[in-house]
């Protein structure tokens, strides 16, 4: 009976006790996410380079299956000195001298143009000319520096680009007939 009595008031006790409260957390706490780290940057930066369209690399005999020609290399150069002369001449900003000489004839240009840019260019295109010349009279010594310089104004004249602006024998500027 006693051991009836402790049994009984074992349980009786037991039943004053509250039960604890458990709680199952399916996401991690803050706590242990710092211990983690975060990596919400790099998820989105995932996320946006699978979304964003990026060219596909293909391969040039796959690009002319496709009828797509390969640029040259010459739409990829800077224009040379030789490339703006003639542009320049044909838009009547500068024009070829009867004694070979490029002269600055913005007064009569169609187009905008740099001026001062034009005025180096043709200084640089004059040097270069008149250092030509130094050389030929060097090398043909039996002929006169003037002959020469007129010989290659005229085998130069010839070449010089279609509607370029020229300088006639009389003075008078217009452009260059093909």
Partial sequence: MTRLLVVSCTLAALACIPAPN?????????????AAGSFDELERR??????VPRPVPLTPEQLESLGIQ?????????PTDADRIDDLLRQHCVGEAREGLLVDTHRDCRSASDRAATIAL????????????RW??????????GAL??????????????GAWIQHDDGTWGEKKC
């Fill in 122 to 133: 043709v200084d640089r295109v004059n040097r270069a000319r008149a250092q030509l010349w």
């Fill in 136 to 145: 030929m009279s060097t090398e043909r010594r039996d002929t006169a520096p």
């Fill in 46 to 51: 995932l996320t946006r380079t699978g979304i």
């Fill in 149 to 162: 310089q007129r010989t290659w104004q005229r085998i130069h004249a010839q070449g010089i680009v279609c």
């Fill in 22 to 34: 458990i709680v199952m957390v399916d996401r991690a706490t803050a706590l242990e996410q710092q």
């Fill in 70 to 78: 390969p640029a040259t290399l010459m739409e990829e150069t800077e």
